[in-house]
C-alpha cells in the first residue's frame, strides 16, 4: 500500500470529480479536484500534489497539456484516465512524466494499484535521472581534472602522478573538491596565456 498523498485530481464529468473525492480519501490520500486542465495547473502550483490524476480530453485544456505545464514547474507523477484509447492518445502519453494509463470507468482496485505503480515507477525514474546526472557530472569532473593536470604538467615539469598528486594534497589542504583544484588551475592557465600575449 502506497503511503498517504497529496492528489490533485482532474475530470470535465461532475461524477468522476465526486467519485475521486470520495474514493480518494477512502484509499488514506487527500484530494483536491479540479473540473479542467487550467484549473489542475493552476491547483498544482499551490497544492504540490505528490500525484496528479487527469482525465486526457477536457474542454478548456486536454489532461496531457496540463501535466506537462504542471511537470514544468515541479516532477510529479501522472496518472492519465480516459475514456479514450486511440493510438495517437497512447502515442502522446508517452511522456516521462506519465506513469499510468487507465481506461473508464475506473475502478477502485484498478486505481488504486495505477496509483502505487505510478509512485513505485516515478521513484525509480527519479533515481535513474539522479544516477545519470551524477555519472554526467563524475565524467565533467573527469575531463577537467585531466585538463589540469595535463596544465601542471607543461607549467611545473613534473610526471603525471606527480601532478595528480600535488593537485590532491592542495584540495585536501584548502579543503576543496579536486574537480574545484583543477578548474582553478585552468582558469589560472588561461590567465596566462592571455598575459603571455
Request: negative net charge; contains cysteine; hydrophobic residues 45%.
Amino acid at each position: 500500500m502506497t503511503t498517504a498523498l497529496r492528489v490533485v485530481a482532474a475530470d470535465d464529468e461532475p461524477g468522476v470529480r465526486d467519485y475521486y473525492r470520495e474514493l480518494l480519501p477512502r484509499l488514506g490520500h487527500q484530494v483536491v479536484v479540479a473540473d479542467g486542465g487550467r484549473q489542475l495547473v493552476e491547483l498544482c502550483r499551490v497544492a504540490e500534489p505528490d500525484l496528479v490524476i487527469t482525465d486526457i480530453k477536457m474542454p478548456d485544456m486536454d489532461g496531457l497539456e496540463a501535466a506537462a505545464a504542471v511537470t514544468r514547474d515541479r516532477e510529479v507523477p501522472v496518472v492519465l484516465v480516459s475514456a479514450y484509447h486511440d493510438a495517437e492518445l497512447r502515442a502522446r502519453a508517452l511522456q516521462d512524466y506519465v506513469m499510468a494509463y487507465l481506461i473508464k470507468p475506473v475502478k477502485q482496485a484498478d486505481l488504486e494499484t495505477a496509483i502505487e505503480v505510478a509512485m513505485r515507477r516515478f521513484e525509480q525514474f527519479r533515481t535513474l535521472r539522479r544516477e545519470a546526472t551524477d555519472l554526467r557530472e563524475a565524467l565533467e569532473d573527469r575531463k577537467l581534472v585531466e585538463r589540469a593536470k595535463g596544465s601542471v604538467m607543461r607549467r611545473l615539469k613534473v610526471s603525471e602522478d606527480e601532478a595528480y598528486r600535488r593537485m590532491r594534497r592542495l584540495a585536501s589542504e584548502r579543503n576543496r573538491k579536486l574537480a574545484q583544484v583543477a578548474r582553478d588551475v585552468i582558469e589560472s592557465e588561461t590567465l596566462f596565456a592571455a598575459l603571455e600575449q
